[in-house]
């Protein structure tokens, strides 16, 4: 049999022109033609690929509290994640909450690697459990596909592509659809698909653009995203440390690596002959990588922890009756022989910072009146002078009802002495569960109260479920001196 070497072995760098794996030396795109290896962290991964596939397309179907269960509302800008409702208002719950998920990706990322990547980012669960199946499914497996794309051009490769590229024009427009639902809700979405294209031109529009990216990713970027285009790649290096756990290829028992029969390999473990180390340069690990890379090559930037290379590596072992774990989830340390420490200074730091702001959250969540209750100054002139002396300011306030009952309030006037409220408008004020309205009113302070241009006005807003809020807010008007 042939030996591979460099220019013949797929996926590896032919020269040192050869930046990425995915790229040749004058920047053609290099395809991949990734070998599924079934084994145990496969199967792992296809159940919970699976499960988020469904957790996906469920969310914005499943109710909790009359609402979605995960809804990003920005036209009425508001929020509904898992029975909670966030408002624009709601701005420092809303970033503690980004920077809580920041840090904890940050340390799972520092514990475990690029686990976020290989098992649970969409770019990966699509394109392994969805796409390359029916890929499989309607093109035959790798090296079929890859020897008919490399051949001249004929119809059984064309009917075959025009099927495949068709399915998955379908799924991406299942899955823009639901992308866009998780922004507008699926009562809006099939209200703008049973209306005609016209009416509704700007989602029509959106809908093909989020279509058209998602198929553009699926069906021809693929990889590309994660060795290219992700940012996430790139951080890595600051979030590692040599305690992280990573996929790695075991150079202290797979080297010397050579290729041998099986009669030699018997010979070796019957300690007849020499041994030699256990990888016996299969390309295995190579032939299944779906970006490329050769993981004995060491830790590198295009490796997403998929665990395809463990699974098709413990498969070979197998084979050869050599034990398994030749690549294997393991860390720097615990490859030169020192104890892998979980409990570290990073571990900890980021832990202790994950608590503290996922309880300042709880917290600041607790503390949430059930209104929002804001006072500002209506536009015009800040005061004026009635024929009887009295002095008038226009003020505005705007309550949001944050709860999940409707609800109705009024506003009265607490001091200075005499002042009268006029509500422009019917009263009580009627709002609906997590409606916001701005109710404008005119307060006319008697003028003997003015000792200075502006004092403090408190007010009293009376809510129908016994709810009172105590806004204060600074009435203007002239110098009595």
């Known amino acids: ?122 770019q990966t669960v699509y394109l392994e459990f969805l796409f390359r199946p029916i890929e499989r499914l309607i093109e035959g497996p790798e090296h079929a596909r890859k020897r008919r794309d490399e051949g001249a ?55 093909a653009l989020v279509t058209g990216l998602v198929w553009f990713d699926f069906a021809y970027f693929r990889e590309q995203m994660c060795t290219i285009a992700c940012p996430y790649a790139r951080m890595q290096s600051i979030m590692l440390d040599r305690d992280s756990m990573i996929v790695s290829y075991d150079p202290n028992r797979g080297e010397p690596r050579k290729r041998r029969s099986k009669k030699i390999l018997q010979d070796e473990n019957e300690g007849l002959v020499a041994a030699q180390g256990d990888c016996i340069d299969c390309f295995a690990c190579v032939r299944t990588c779906p970006t490329g890379i050769d993981i004995r090559d060491g830790l590198q930037m295009e490796c997403v922890t998929c665990t395809q290379c463990i699974d098709a590596c413990d498969h070979i072992m197998d084979n050869i009756g050599k034990p ?17 420490n979980v409990v570290r200074p990073r571990s900890v730091i980021y832990g202790v910072l994950i608590i503290l702001i996922f309880s300042a959250f709880s917290v600041v969540l607790s503390n949430r009146n059930d209104y929002d209750l804001n006072v500002g100054r209506a536009v015009g002139e800040p005061f004026s002078e009635l ?87 600074t009435l203007l008007g002239p110098d009595s001196n």
């Open 1 to 122: 049999m042939k030996e591979p070497t460099a220019s013949n072995a797929p996926g590896v760098l032919a020269s040192p022109e050869d930046v990425l794996t995915t790229l040749r030396s004058d920047g053609k795109r290099r395809w991949m033609y990734p070998v599924e290896s079934k084994g145990r962290f496969l199967n792992r991964r296809r159940i919970l690929g699976w499960a988020l596939i469904v957790l996906y397309f469920a969310l914005p179907l499943i109710r909790i509290g009359g609402k979605p269960s995960v809804m990003l509302d920005f036209v009425h800008r508001e929020f509904a994640l898992f029975g909670l409702i966030f408002y624009p208002t709601d701005t420092l719950l809303l970033m503690i909450f980004m920077v809580g998920i920041m840090l904890s990706i940050v340390l799972i990322t520092a514990l475990l690697g690029r686990v976020w990547c290989g098992w649970a980012c969409p």
């Open 387 to 473: 024929p009887d002396g009295r002095i008038a300011n226009r003020l505005r306030f705007r309550v949001r009802n944050q709860t999940n009952v409707a609800s109705t309030f009024d506003i009265f006037p607490d001091t200075p002495s005499g002042t009268e409220m006029r509500i422009i408008g019917a009263t009580p004020i009627e709002l609906a569960p997590g409606e916001m309205k701005r109710v404008e009113v005119w307060i006319i302070i008697p003028r003997e109260a003015f000792t200075t241009t502006s004092i403090e006005g408190h007010f009293e807003v009376n809510f129908s479920d016994g709810h009172i809020e105590h806004p204060v807010f």
């Open 324 to 340: 398994r774990g030749l690549i294997r989830y393991t860390s720097e340390n615990q490859l030169e022989g020192v104890k892998t």
């Open 153 to 207: 051009s004929s119809w059984d490769r064309t009917k075959r592509k025009i099927a495949k590229q068709g399915i998955f024009l379908v799924l991406a427009l299942l899955l823009s659809h639901t992308f866009i639902a998780y922004f507008v809700g699926w009562e809006a979405l099939l209200g703008w698909l049973q209306g005609p294209p016209a009416e509704n031109w700007g989602f029509f529009l959106l809908t």
